[in-house]
């Protein structure tokens, strides 16, 4: 499968704890977003890499939020101190011109 | 008021119907999206416009910038194309990034 894959597909966790996923982007894609989105909702813009380097944060990601992408390539999307509020679908996508997304990872903070 | 906004929220057709989602949207774009979301979460690219038409197998989408709107229309429905319909837009301007995107349309196609 050479699209963008994601892990977990799906986490619960208890308030207060810590999570990581994973983005694995289409391998030529220079470009990598993540988004979040909440029921009922259209996803929202959180941050933005272009290779190794974070363009752009939403103000969305508080400082409890922290992505990487460290050689380019996958990137992670950490949690820390997680709250009910979090929970949420967690979207990767990648793009050299048109976004491709992958199947996202279902976060459940309890 | 969101900047992008969409209509219906909800739609239901019968097989075979054709189908309109309408998407309208308040500030200046260099693209727009169209995507399809189904149960479980995974988006799918189904067209990204900056003007006129294009036309993919069943599906047609349209945009007039000077109106700032968007179409996607469905021809002969099936109920495979049961799925949220999401329409998102590039701000003119804006980073490569930053996508606005609507509440999205639920769609049911009753066979």
């Known amino acids: 499968d050479t699209g963008v894959s994601q892990n977990p597909r799906h986490k619960i966790t208890k308030r207060g704890q810590n999570v990581t996923f994973r983005c694995d982007p289409i391998s030529e894609h220079n470009r990598l977003y993540w988004y979040r989105q909440t029921l009922g909702q259209g996803p929202e813009f959180l941050t933005y890499f272009q290779n190794e380097a974070q363009l752009e944060k939403s103000r969305l990601l508080s400082d409890r939020f922290s992505a990487e992408r460290p050689k380019g390539s996958f990137s992670t999307l950490e949690i820390q101190r997680t709250e009910q509020g979090d929970s949420a679908m967690y979207l990767c996508?990648?793009?050299?011109?048109?976004?491709?997304f992958g199947p996202g990872t279902r976060l459940t903070v309890l | 008021k969101n900047e992008v906004e969409q209509s219906p929220q909800n739609l239901t057709a019968q097989e075979g119907e054709f189908i309109t989602i309408n998407c309208s949207y308040s500030v200046g774009i260099s693209a727009l999206h169209w995507l399809q979301q189904h149960p479980g979460g995974g988006i799918v690219s189904l067209f990204m416009?900056?003007?006129g038409k294009k036309k993919h197998g069943r599906l047609i989408a349209t945009i007039n910038i000077q109106e700032k709107h968007s179409s996607l229309h469905i021809t002969a429905s099936h109920p495979r194309d049961s799925a949220v319909y999401i329409c998102a837009v590039r701000r003119h301007g804006g980073s490569q990034g930053n996508l606005i995107f609507g509440k999205g349309t639920k769609l049911s196609v009753k066979p």
């Open positions: 996508a990648s793009s050299l011109g048109e976004q491709f």
């Open positions: 416009l900056s003007s």
